[in-house]
């Protein structure tokens, strides 16, 4: 099945320092997604990418859809400690009935005020 | 905010038992959906469910799985034989339609731990 790369797999900043994280695929997919999952909660959709080469912001994230569809980034500037929580990526091939998303292993975010 | 509610929060279960995971989708959904997340792992696609039946399953959601919408509010996950390495989280997700990327939410998760 199709895998995702996702680095770093975790992070240790201090508050008001910027992050970059990134997902990178061997096969391309249609649609980018970034979820953010605090502790015993689902993942929470924070940015959706549509298009290859959109750059879309949401507040202090900023992602973007690679140009060949294999990758895209996220970015957080100026981390707070209400940043913490593990960042995934996911990609989506939409066409058909369903919405089956392949996740990333995730990037696990420590910020330390 | 509408929100996908599951139940239990937490489930613990002999091995061979048989365990039903509960979801109440949110209202005005039509797609519905299971999701696992073994401990540390990335969260992983088990199976679609619209217009009461699946629409596509992994290769995890083998025979000992199964789904079921018994009322117009409810869907549930149901496990015949729980094995040790079913142990994981659990999310229920729904979405308004699949082409509604920005609207599939998730539910806070079942921990299934299978002793």
């Known amino acids: 099945g199709q895998q995702l790369n996702q680095s770093p797999q975790s992070m240790f900043i201090q508050e008001g320092e910027d992050v970059s994280m990134n997902c990178t695929s061997s096969s391309i997919f249609n649609t980018w997604l970034w979820y953010k999952q605090d502790p015993g909660e689902g993942p929470v959709l924070l940015i959706a990418l549509y298009k290859a080469g959109e750059l879309t912001s949401n507040g202090r994230l900023t992602a973007q859809f690679g140009i060949t569809r294999k990758d895209s980034f996220l970015n957080i500037s100026a981390s707070i400690p209400s940043d913490v929580g593990i960042y995934f990526c996911?990609?989506?091939?939409?066409?058909?009935?369903?919405?089956?998303?392949?996740f990333g292993k995730g990037t696990l975010l420590t910020v330390n005020p | 905010e509408p929100e996908v509610t599951q139940t239990p929060s937490h489930q613990v279960t002999q091995m061979g038992q048989e365990v039903i995971l509960r979801c109440v989708p949110i209202s005005n959904h039509l797609y519905f959906y299971w999701y696992r997340q073994i401990l540390g792992q990335k969260v992983e696609f088990l199976v679609s469910f619209y217009n009461n039946e699946i629409s596509e399953k992994s290769e995890i959601f083998d025979d000992q799985f199964s789904v079921e919408r018994p009322d117009g509010s409810n869907f549930t996950l149901k496990i015949r034989s729980t094995k040790l390495e079913d142990s994981a989280m659990y999310f229920c997700?729904?979405?308004?339609?699949?082409?509604?990327?920005?609207?599939?939410?998730f539910g806070s998760g079942t921990q299934l731990s299978v002793l």
């Open positions: 997700a729904s979405s308004e339609a699949p082409s509604s990327h920005e609207k599939l939410f």
């Open positions: 996911a990609g989506l091939n939409s066409g058909g009935s369903n919405y089956k998303l392949t």
